[in-house]
């Protein structure tokens, strides 16, 4: 069956990085692409960005230019976003999500909190 | 970027009721409009894609109407499981942009 396991939750620091992985399977991982999701505590949800699993390629929304970068590894079907330059805002859920006719699989979600 | 807005931004309604939520976009957006349904501690669940297409394993109660720039989720008998947060979201122009949410709550 088709999932999407995100990694689990992290605590960092303004200014500092942070890296989620989002592993893929039962399905054809380069097949699909994946978007990118947040949301902040008891806001909605926020796009980020979609990303081609072939090659990383990646279309951010223009807040996040600069300070996303996402990677992909076929060998372990795996994506991996690094968010960069923390603050406070940054702090939510990320999700991960395969685009068929639309995001129909979802990862459970990554809880990333900045504090100092 | 495309602005979408939600209407209204919560309601309460009866196990049974009628409901419907309404979507606009700032622009056009033909028929590329997803609908979601988001309940508290889970990701969201894809309900309704390209405005009108039901989404496997998505009651046929949900149904979704609309084209251009305004668009509606219509769910016919509400139920106690469909109280949650729904959101719509335009995949037409990156970025793909999301309505702010409607909380469905039990009157």
């Known amino acids: 069956q088709v999932q999407l396991v995100q990694s689990g939750a992290e605590v960092r620091k303004p200014g500092a990085s942070v890296k989620l992985s989002c592993k893929a399977s039962?399905?054809?991982?380069?097949?699909?692409?994946i978007h990118w999701v947040r949301q902040a505590p008891g806001q909605g949800l926020e796009w980020m960005g979609v990303?081609?699993?072939?090659?990383?390629?990646?279309t951010y929304t223009q807040n996040f230019q600069g300070r996303v970068t996402v990677t992909s590894d076929t060998s372990t079907t795996t994506l991996y976003m690094e968010l960069t330059s923390l603050t406070s805002e940054d702090t939510a859920v990320y999700y991960c999500?395969?685009?068929?006719?639309?995001?129909?699989?979802w990862g459970q979600g990554t809880q990333v909190t900045v504090s100092s | 970027d495309i602005q979408m807005t939600q209407s209204p931004s919560s309601l309460s309604a009866f196990v049974g009721d009628r409901v419907t939520i309404t979507c606009r976009a700032s622009?056009?957006?033909?028929?590329?409009l997803n609908w979601y349904q988001q309940k508290p501690g889970q990701a969201p669940r894809l309900l309704i894609y390209?405005?009108?297409n039901l989404q496997s394993g998505v009651p046929s109660r949900f149904s979704g109407s609309g084209s251009g720039t305004d668009f509606t989720l219509t769910i016919s008998s509400l139920r106690p499981e469909d109280f949650a947060t729904y959101y719509c979201?335009?995949?037409?122009?990156?970025?793909?942009?999301f309505g702010q949410g409607t909380k469905v709550e039990i009157k």
């Open positions: 999500a395969r685009d068929s006719k639309g995001p129909d699989y």
């Open positions: 039962g399905y054809t991982f380069t097949s699909y692409f």
């Open positions: 990303t081609n699993p072939s090659d990383g390629s990646t």
């Open positions: 622009q056009s957006i033909s028929n590329y």
């Open positions: 390209a405005d009108t």
């Open positions: 979201q335009q995949s037409s122009l990156t970025p793909f942009s």
